[in-house]
């Protein structure tokens, strides 16, 4: 049996990455003061900037970038497990990397995972999103074996990928993550679903801080940050304005009873598609 804190930091990243940076601090401060051992902040913690241009403009290399170090402070201070959700990190290519960086007590990254689905739709009201065209997509799955427990790294539209989750729970995951900037438009359908979902399918604890309120740039975020249980129970959630700390306790226990209730993982089998096609026959 392992216990431990766990914390979701509720954003809303404006364009400056300096001024993130302070926003990150301040939570950061607040929920280790708590008691909170693992600390997740949303996607795009450093900069929430759709125009590419004045995006690249206060982009530095990962080694020199302000959330990284700060973040890199805060672990070391408090003595934390601190999950940067993502920020972003400019690549050869002229190209972004949108990149979760999982920094452990000593200050050192742990963790790196870039953000493989990219968010290319055409929703109601004209509202349309082409990551693939700032953001390059990462390649590889990663799965953090931490003391206390397996945490499985996804990026906001990932989880809409079960493949992707369902992958960490045949690994061992204990919990899932998908920190984000969802949309007001797509959260209102969908975040509550599958986060639940994710949750559920795999006996997992689902953690995921979010983007929250209208921002510098003109979108709009969902916020509802929240941490679910493996029996898919919201036992923490924030609101859908600013920022907020939600704290919840972790027990690995309850993912081991989850998945002995319904072992679905253990029952997974193969199988192929057969197509019927039962549409007449047209004479030309």
């Not at 990551?131 to 997509?137: D, L, M, N, T």
């Not at 399918?201 to 209208?214: H, P, V, W």
């Not at 993982?265 to 030309?284: A, G, H, M, Q, Y």
Request: glycine share 10%.
């Amino acid at each position: 049996m392992t216990r431990f804190k766990a914390a979701a930091l509720q954003m809303r990243s404006g364009t400056d990455p300096e001024e993130n940076a302070e926003t990150l601090s301040r939570l950061v401060h607040q929920a280790a003061g708590h008691g909170a051992t693992y600390l997740q902040t949303p996607e795009m913690t450093g900069a929430v900037q759709k125009n590419r241009k004045g995006l690249m403009a206060v982009l530095k290399p990962e080694q020199d970038d302000v959330i990284v170090k700060t973040a890199r402070d805060l672990a070391r201070e408090h003595g934390i497990y601190l999950h940067i959700g993502s920020t972003a990190i400019p690549l050869e290519g002229g190209m972004i990397a949108n990149r979760a960086l999982l920094f452990g007590p000593d200050g050192d990254i742990l963790a790196r995972y870039d953000k493989i689905h990219m968010f290319d739709v055409d929703l109601d009201n004209g509202e349309s999103w082409r990551e693939s065209a700032v953001y390059r997509p990462g390649e590889n799955a990663v799965l953090a074996r931490l003391p206390f427990a397996a945490i499985g790294l996804g990026i906001c539209y990932d989880v809409r990928f079960p493949d992707l989750f369902n992958a960490y729970g045949l690994a061992g995951a204990d919990v899932l993550t998908a920190p984000a900037a969802f949309t007001r438009q797509t959260g209102l359908a969908h975040w509550h679903v599958l986060q639940r979902a994710r949750a559920i399918e795999n006996g997992a604890y689902m953690i995921s801080a979010a983007q929250a309120g209208l921002h510098e740039d003109g979108r709009e975020t969902f916020g509802h940050s929240m941490i679910v249980d493996p029996w898919g129970r919201i036992i923490a959630e924030a609101g859908d304005e600013g920022e907020a700390v939600i704290i919840a306790e972790i027990d690995t226990d309850a993912v081991t009873a989850a998945r002995g209730k319904v072992p679905n993982l253990k029952n997974i089998r193969s199988f192929s598609v057969d197509e019927v096609d039962t549409r007449p026959v047209r004479e030309v």
